[in-house]
């Protein structure tokens, strides 16, 4: 890849996505958030994502630069060999070619991958866990899912690797869009914490970052579903750190923009739940929700063979 030239990184999560124009230090020179239209069904997603992407090639072209690759992550069960989305509970597609048919639509090479690896990857690259051979990147928001680095390898196991929020954390508990009950997802994602809000309080909330506000000033209610939550998260850290030691958990996501108000409670329990493990380094993700982008700027680069030398994110405003 020339240093003339840029690549494009897309995060399609369940709620928004962001997307990038990114040059060769994977610094962001344009960016652009949209809504996920995931009500409207699969097919719809497919049509903003075209859309996005064909958004910001103009954005590049404008600024002169060819684009050499563009990088899409997506969520759920993805699989990277054969660039295909194989399943996911928050928008619906099932073993869909995603890679060929994006790249059929807007004339760009694509590479696929899944937004909670590709977050991982930029941070153990870009960010919190930088140098650490064995990291956890967990991101919190519409739904819950975990990125594995064992080694220095990351696992995918064909794309079925890392589903945290598909543990169970509450035997018998809330029904969960994967079929299951009980999920971490139910307790903690995004999603979850203002509905639990809205159904104790009686009164709606936008999302979990006004039931963050609400706890900070002392509710009652909002503190109880926080703390729920942040149990819930440690019982499934604590699981993974038995598993797979990891030196460093990172969260990320939308909920970990909370910081310390998550943290605190989250390093407290998983400490009173190991023994014998090695306790891990709990941290928030340096790249903030900007990680999976950077992620597939990241891939994209990697598939363009261009070697990330001298890394400086810029990571935009939001």
Known sequence: MDAQGCVLGLDVGGTGMKGAVLDHDLRPLETVRRPTPRAEGPLAVVDAITDTLLTLNAM?????????HAGVVVPGIVDDERQRALWSANIGWRDLPLAALLEERTGLRVTLGHDVRAG????RALGAARGARNVLFVAIGTGIAAALV???EPISSGGHAGELGHVVVEPGGQPCACGGTGCLETVASATAVAAAYTARAGRAVIG?????????????VARAVWQRAADGLADALATATTLLAPESIVLGGGLAEAGDLLLDPVRAGLGERLTFQRPPALVRAELGDWAGCLGAGLAAMRTAGHTLTTPRTGV???
Not at 60 to 68: C, F, I, S, T
Not at 120 to 123: I, K, R, S
């Open 150 to 152: 064992c080694d220095g």
């Open 208 to 220: 979990a970052a006004d039931v963050a506000a609400l706890a900070v000033r002392g509710d009652p």
């Open 316 to 318: 935009p405003a939001p």
């Open 120 to 123: 991982g990857l930029a941070e």
């Open 60 to 68: 590049a072209d404008e600024r002169g630069l060819p684009v050499h």
